[in-house]
């Protein structure tokens, strides 16, 4: 298969784990203060996104896929907030296991790996219309 073709075929793979993984970052964010609905209710358990690389059997080129979404198993945190509904009679709620500094460093990394896959998409393309053009001026 045409190395640029396969190319393509790479960076698309990229894109679309990379904006799946923008999306599940995004989630953890928006939850981060998202208590439990009653007290002794478990919050919002931070999501996680696995890769892994397959073989594209029709060009040989190696792949990257979304292999599993799962879940952060860590522990919550606690805080003291009595007026909260999800407080227990103690007066302490449980907060989700979100780290929203470690969140903002995970969506820049997939954001410039986003990126990194869209210039390479349009490198691809630029030469794949580059080669026409060679064809058509040769004929």
Do not use: C, H, W
């Not at 993984?21 to 007290?39: M, Q």
């Not at 979404?69 to 296991?97: I, R, W």
């Not at 990126?115 to 004929?139: V, Y």
């Amino acid at each position: 298969m045409d190395p640029l073709v396969s190319a393509l075929k790479v960076s698309a793979s990229g894109l679309e784990a990379e904006s799946t993984r923008l999306r599940i970052v995004s989630e953890n964010i928006a939850n981060a203060r998202s208590t439990g609905d009653a007290p002794g209710t478990d919050p919002y358990r931070r999501k996680t996104v696995s890769f892994a690389a397959e073989v594209d059997r029709a060009s040989g080129a190696s792949t990257v896929e979304v292999q599993r979404l799962g879940t952060d198993d860590s522990d919550f945190s606690v805080e003291f907030d009595p007026g909260n509904p999800a407080a227990d009679g103690k007066g302490m709620v449980k907060l989700p296991n979100v780290n929203v500094l470690i969140e903002m460093a995970d969506m820049r990394e997939a954001n410039r790996s986003y990126e990194a896959n869209l210039q390479t998409t349009k490198q691809a393309r630029d030469l794949i219309s580059a080669t026409i053009d060679l064809l058509r001026a040769s004929q």
